[in-house]
């Protein structure tokens, strides 16, 4: 389109300098110092005539107009005969419009240059806009998808936490027994799941050893019930009781005891009436079974912690060993 547009152009300037020519603006009347005559110089054209042009007929004898608007008979002064000037005008006059021509094409090709180089400045501009708005786009794009994944993320945890949210107590149960399962199934050989295990039956067997000292606490409060018991003497003496219940009888019309066939002598035995004597005995044998087992049980849980550890760590070591002996074996190899 530039192209086409430029040859528009000198096409069009070439025909306004056809019409100028042809309307006489570009013919100078010359006079020959040698003949006296005078002839015509186009300084478009660089056409020489003798004859009167068409174009300059009707303004035929007006005032001499040097070619270039300067005085030409000041240039006929120098060494060169008047001849040879008439012969050099037309020349010097084709010289200027080849300048001319030349200026002409030198400023078309600078002005062709400039549109170029703004052309170019435009599309780089123009692609500038195009990768900086492609650049924001993109940008918008990678936000959009990263909201979006996050939302999602959102949504599928809420959705997670609501459906494995226990409800009942069965649920609860069952999540504690599932991810106790998963934890002993995949960490059961690690250190901190050993100790852990360890620390949590020590603390058991530190509950166990405090309810052996209650339970002891509570033997030596009934032995010291018992004690009590034992001053009340009918309580305690199956003659004493016997004697009570003879005495009760003598003076009452009727005294029997409740479901019992045996005499009366022998109803403070069979009927358990002697509660000192009762209490007495199976406290003591209460009060020593509990008191020694407790402990015993606190000393050998304990004992079965250690043993575990020392068995533990004997086994790490060993497996340490293993190691070490098959990297050498392996290096010896290699």
Known sequence: QEELRRRMDQRRLGQQQQQAANAGGAWRSVVDPASGGTYYYNELTGETTWEVPESLAPSH???????????????????DTPGEVAEAAPEAAAEAVARKREEDEEAARKREEEAAAARKRAEDEKEERAAAQKQE????????????????????????????????????????????????????????CLWSALLFLQAVVVVLFLAAALLSVAAGVEAFAGDGCSQIYILGDSTLCTDALENLRAFLERFEVFRSTAPLSDACGQNALLTCRVI???????????????????????????????????????????????????????
Request: hydrophobic letters at 40%; a negative charge.
């Open 61 to 79: 004898g007006a005032a001499f107009e040097p070619a270039g608007g300067g005085d030409v008979a000041a240039a006929w002064m120098g060494e």
């Open 137 to 192: 786009e993109e940008a918008a794009r990678k936000r959009e998808e990263e909201e979006e994944a996050a939302a999602a993320r959102k949504r599928k945890e809420e959705e997670e936490e609501a459906a494995e949210h226990p409800q009942t107590w069965r649920q609860c149960f069952a999540v504690a027994f599932r991810s106790c399962l998963w934890r002993t199934r995949h960490f059961h050989d690690t250190q901190l």
């Open 280 to 334: 007495t005995q199976r406290m003591k044998v209460s009060t020593v079974t509990t008191a020694a087992f407790s402990f015993l049980c606190a000393v050998l849980s304990v004992q079965l912690l250690i043993d575990s550890a020392i068995h533990h760590e004997r086994a790490c070591y060993r497996r340490l060993g293993r190691d070490a002996s098959r990297q050498e074996a392996v290096g010896e190899s290699q």
